[in-house]
Each structure stands twice: as structure tokens, then as C-alpha cells.
């Protein structure tokens, strides 16, 4: 039986002459429109969109308001919502349901990208050109045969760290020599600024007395720097840097060899109290320590005479408590035929307050024995 080209549809046969020939001008004019049967099984056509549809990536549709010249090319899979995508230009995403779609152009300039290509089973055929980016990606990456060369990149270790053969020499090396004359005779392309050397005899350097000592070379200035050495290390101080240096330290001067405390002068503060012969009272206006207690004799007595010098405070003595206190913690004894005596380094009982009483007290009254005490006030 006779078919129509395209859909296959069998022809009215020619044995029935009365309807034969209206009957195949329509079937003929229907094939005419029709897409042809082949054509659909190979999938060259495309597929129209569908709602709630589970696409894969790379899947390509069509909808009814996509553009004559492209066509939505699925990146990322999912399931399709309700609503058909709608695109306005090449490269347009639109989010359909889980799914993504990218609006395309049919045989257009858009460049494939090599992300698109992963998972296919055809061999890429494309060439490094057609792939955005891809040889300067290439070009950017090191090889292995540069790890560790002149030009590459420097290795690790097992324990993560760049070996000592692949670091610069002003990072790495101490260079042990026996002597300064050794220091000095290196020249040339072996002396670079931070170049450290260890001299075990450096006792040419001025600075060092004896053993070994260590430098640092500065390009800069041309020197070598001492950092060490075997015996102690050269510090040289300034006061202005200093830091945290204590008011009362900023305030002092000098001048003319004297030193002075915001202009004025320091000196200690040294009384002397007289007493002429014994039991004489005065009340000391100062905070201060008995230093030193110097007897003078008129006329030299024949037998020793004992004395006290004693204090006592001036709550004490206000309140007649008559408590009081041997100044150095014990009665002095004034020698047989003396002119003068010093009673020095008295360090018991020593202090004394403003406002205590102080007193010279001897068995007599004799006005022919002075008595000095010296009082250094804090």
C-alpha cells in the first residue's frame, strides 16, 4: 500500500477512483506540515519544557515564549517548578523549580566553558582555545621538575619547613673563623649585608680583652657589628632612652659639680646639738637619727665619768611618763684624764621624731663638759 513521504500514511488505493483523489490532496497537504517521524526519533528536534519534570544537567528545552534563536540549557538538576522559565537575552538564568536554566543561542559565538564538559562520555574534542581561561591557568602552574631549583619554588621537609640548603645565605650562616685578620679578609660576592661570622680568637678588637667574640656585618655603613662575646657585651646607655625614669629622677641636675633638685641645691641635713654640763632638756623639731655623739672635757677629770644622752617621745613627755631611751641602747663612759671623745656608729635606738625631747644627763652639773651630738635629719 502507497504511504505519504513524510508521516508514512497509507494512500486510498487507486482502485477506488470516486474518493481517491480529494482523499490524498488532504493527507498530502497535512504531510507537507507535519515534522517528519525520522526527524523525531533521532532527538534532533528540541524537547518542548515541562512542569514538575526531573532534568539533568545539560538537558536543552524550549518553551513557548523562548526566543526563535536560542533555546535553555539546564546547569544545575533538579525537578521543574509550574511556571515555563522566560528569557530575554543570551545568558539569562532563570531558577525554574530546584533546577537552573541558561538561555543559549543556536549556533551563536557563546564559548563552551570546560566545567560544562565534566561527566560526558564523548572524547572532548575541543581545543585549549575554546576553553575560556584555560592556557593562562596552565601557564600559572609550577611542575614538579621546578620544585627545588634555581628559578622555581623551594620544597618542605617531612616536617613542613624549607630546608637549610634552599635558604639564602644571610638567613642561614654563621661562618666560624679563627681571627679578626680572617673577619676582615672577606671581600667580594662573600660579603653581604647581615653576613654573621663567629671569631674564636677576637681579641685584636680593641673592645674585647680575650676569647671569642660575634659580629654582623652592615653593608649599609660599611662596618662589622659586635653582637657578643665571650667575656661580656659593650653597652653603651642613654639617658634620654631610658624609659618609665621616675619623676623625682627628671628633676635633678647639676651644676658646677654640685647636685641640684629642680634648681636648688641637695646636701644632707646635719644638726648639732649642744648640751653643757648635765640634765639639759630641748625638744627637736625634726625627724632625724643620732649619728654621732662628741664629749669635750674643760679640764680632764681624774676618774671616768658615765653619761647618758636619751630621748623620749613627745607624747611620753607631755604626759610625764618620764620614759626614756638610751640613744645607741647603753650608758657611755667618758675616759679618766680625756680632753675629747668621739662616740660614733651608734646604730640602737637611734631615731628620733619631731616634737621628742632630747637630753644629755650626767651624775653632776659640771658646766666644764660639753656635749655635741650630730643628728642627721631624713
Not at 63 to 70: A, E, Q, R
Not at 101 to 111: D, N
Not at 273 to 296: C, R, T
Not at 345 to 365: E, W
Request: proline share 5%.
Amino acid at each position: 500500500m502507497a504511504t505519504t513521504k513524510n508521516l508514512n500514511i497509507p494512500l486510498v488505493p487507486s482502485d477506488q477512483p470516486l474518493i481517491r483523489q480529494r482523499f490524498n490532496e488532504a493527507l498530502q497537504a497535512v504531510d507537507a506540515n507535519a515534522l517528519p517521524k525520522a526527524h523525531a526519533d533521532t532527538k534532533a528536534h528540541f524537547d518542548m519544557w515541562q512542569p514538575t519534570k526531573e532534568y539533568k544537567k545539560q538537558d536543552v528545552v524550549r518553551t513557548s515564549t523562548c526566543p526563535s534563536w536560542g533555546f535553555f540549557m539546564c546547569t544545575i538538576p533538579g525537578k521543574a517548578g509550574t511556571t515555563e522559565p522566560v528569557g530575554y537575552g543570551e545568558g539569562d538564568i532563570v531558577v525554574d523549580g530546584t533546577c537552573t536554566w541558561v538561555l543559549k543561542l543556536f549556533g551563536g559565538a557563546t564559548v563552551i566553558k570546560h566545567s560544562d564538559l565534566a561527566g560526558r562520555n564523548a572524547v572532548d574534542q575541543h581545543t585549549i582555545a575554546a576553553i575560556t581561561d584555560l592556557q593562562s591557568v596552565l601557564d600559572s602552574k609550577e611542575t614538579p621538575q621546578n620544585k627545588g631549583k634555581a628559578g622555581g619554588y623551594p620544597e618542605l621537609n617531612s616536617s613542613g619547613y624549607i630546608p637549610m640548603s634552599q635558604l639564602p645565605p644571610n638567613v642561614k650562616e654563621m661562618r666560624v673563623l679563627n681571627t679578626i685578620v680572617d673577619r676582615d679578609a672577606i671581600t667580594g660576592g662573600l660579603l653581604y649585608d647581615g653576613l654573621q661570622v663567629h671569631v674564636l680568637n677576637a681579641t685584636a678588637d680593641p673592645t674585647v680583652k680575650s676569647g671569642w667574640a660575634e659580629y654582623m656585618y652592615d653593608a649599609a655603613n660599611s662596618v662589622w657589628i659586635k653582637r657578643a662575646e665571650k667575656e661580656s657585651m659593650d653597652i653603651v646607655l642613654n639617658w634620654m632612652n631610658l624609659q618609665d625614669i621616675p619623676a623625682v629622677l627628671t628633676a635633678l641636675s647639676d651644676k658646677n659639680g654640685t647636685l641640684q633638685y629642680k634648681g636648688n641645691p641637695v646636701y644632707e641635713d646635719i644638726r648639732n646639738v649642744v648640751f653643757v654640763g648635765g640634765d639639759n632638756e630641748l625638744m627637736y623639731p625634726w625627724n632625724g637619727s643620732i649619728q654621732n655623739i662628741a664629749v669635750v672635757c674643760s679640764e680632764p677629770q681624774a676618774t671616768a665619768l658615765q653619761f647618758n644622752i636619751e630621748v623620749q617621745a613627745k607624747a611620753d613627755y607631755a604626759a610625764k611618763a618620764d620614759k626614756w631611751t638610751l640613744a645607741g641602747g647603753s650608758i657611755l663612759t667618758f675616759p679618766a684624764n680625756t680632753a675629747y671623745q668621739e662616740f660614733a656608729g651608734l646604730t640602737q635606738n637611734n631615731s628620733i621624731k619631731a616634737g621628742d625631747v632630747i637630753r644629755a644627763s650626767t651624775a653632776g652639773d659640771d658646766t666644764g663638759i660639753v656635749f655635741h651630738v650630730t643628728i642627721k635629719n631624713n
